[in-house]
């Protein structure tokens, strides 16, 4: 089945320490995303990628690193500058830009 | 900001009864899409209406939109306890080549009981 993966569902940051969460897809979409939502709290957009080595920043993008460096992945790092990770991200993928995307199920973040 | 608002911010109905969510947004868009979200769990797409449409069916949901006002909504019908879930408008401002990005309202946290 074609889909979304993301991991590790759970995962916990110690200060200072960088954090990355894998996203995978097997759609053969082009554009990636990855957003953050907090508790009650719509998605916010942290980086996007249209296009496999090109990449863009969203509008919360502070503290974060992205990497394209195949169709298929798109990781995000969580840096140490990220004073506040605590949050739930998502992955998504979508044909092109503009189309409804797909959602893998998420990755809890907590710091320690 | 182009975000979209979402109300109600909670919806509580019984089994059986229709459920509507409405969206307004700010600018003007390519289309709007709509998803829906469980507890703990990725977002599922539902539905997407262009610009140009006014009115979009699915199954039970019916989506309307009018680019005037600058509102959407959502209508569930006979609603049935697994419609519980939180659900979001999503709007599209750009075309491929302008990123078409969406922008997601808060959500309606719908609660259905049996």
């Not at chain 1, 969460?21 to 053969?28: D, G, H, I, K």
């Not at chain 2, 509102?71 to 080549?97: M, Q």
Request: with cysteine; net charge positive.
């Amino acid at each position: 089945d074609g889909g979304i993966t993301q991991s590790p569902k759970y995962l916990f940051r110690k200060e200072g320490q960088n954090v990355t969460l894998s996203c995978e897809q097997n759609l053969n979409h082009d554009a990636m995303y990855w957003y953050r939502q907090d508790p009650g709290q719509g998605l916010r957009l942290i980086y996007y990628s249209q296009i496999v080595n090109d990449f863009q920043k969203g509008d919360i993008a502070e503290g974060y690193s992205v990497s394209r460096e195949k169709k298929e992945s798109f990781p995000l790092t969580v840096t140490s500058a990220q004073k506040n990770p605590t949050a739930f991200y998502l992955c998504a993928s979508s044909i092109i830009s503009n189309q409804p995307q797909h959602f893998g199920d998420g990755t809890r973040l907590s710091i320690l | 900001s182009q975000q979209g608002e979402e109300d109600p911010q909670a919806l509580s109905i019984q089994e059986g009864e229709n459920a509507t969510m409405n969206c307004s947004y700010k600018t003007s868009i390519n289309n709007l899409q709509w998803y829906r979200q469980n507890s703990g769990r990725g977002l599922v797409h539902l539905i997407l209406i262009r610009s140009n449409e006014r009115e979009k069916h699915s199954g039970r949901l019916r989506v309307t939109l009018d680019t005037s006002k600058k509102s959407s909504s959502l209508l569930i019908t006979a609603s049935r306890a697994a419609d519980t879930a939180s659900y979001f408008c999503a709007t599209v401002w750009g075309g491929y080549n302008q990123g078409g990005k969406l922008i997601f309202g808060q959500g309606t946290e719908l609660s259905v009981k049996p």
